[in-house]
């Protein structure tokens, strides 16, 4: 089974963060720009929280604020869960499922951000997995 550590290996996309003093607006336009949906709100290497199209969704146009003068520290997800290196896939996917999460940072164990995994991230590298699985499952069965 994989784990965090080799699906980080594989992603081509730079990580992307803002600080927590960013416009709202900021925050929307690159995860427009660089196609994701969730930025990590960071201190230098220190994770803050995180924003995530939901947050926009609930804390944003729900609500009416205006995301020219809102700050991400008022309106981020402050109680983040996250992924270790060494997590298995079916692990991380656990965790998302039972909390309803999309994506996760990953953290080393002094809390630095290592990088950040999706839901598709996991679910394409679990089915590639399984697809394994059932290939060497029929050249056993064929012989």
Do not use: W
Not at 38 to 67: M, Q, Y
Not at 80 to 87: K, P
């Amino acid at each position: 089974m994989k784990t965090i550590k080799q699906i980080l290996a594989e992603k081509t996309k730079p990580l992307t963060t803002v600080a927590a003093d960013a416009t709202v607006q900021r925050a929307l336009e690159l995860m427009r720009e660089r196609d994701i949906g969730a930025v990590l709100v960071v201190d230098g290497n220190r994770l803050e929280g995180i924003f995530t199209e939901r947050d926009c969704l609930h804390k944003v146009a729900s609500i009416g604020v205006d995301p020219h003068e809102t700050l991400v520290r008022d309106v981020m997800t402050t109680r983040v869960r996250y992924a270790t290196l060494d997590m298995e896939v079916s692990q991380g996917l656990a965790l998302m499922t039972e909390r309803f999460l999309r994506h996760l940072p990953v953290l080393d164990e002094q809390q630095n951000i290592l990088g950040i995994v999706s839901i598709g991230d996991l679910v394409k590298a679990k089915i590639s997995d399984q697809g394994f699985i059932i290939e060497q499952l029929e050249r056993y069965i064929t012989r």
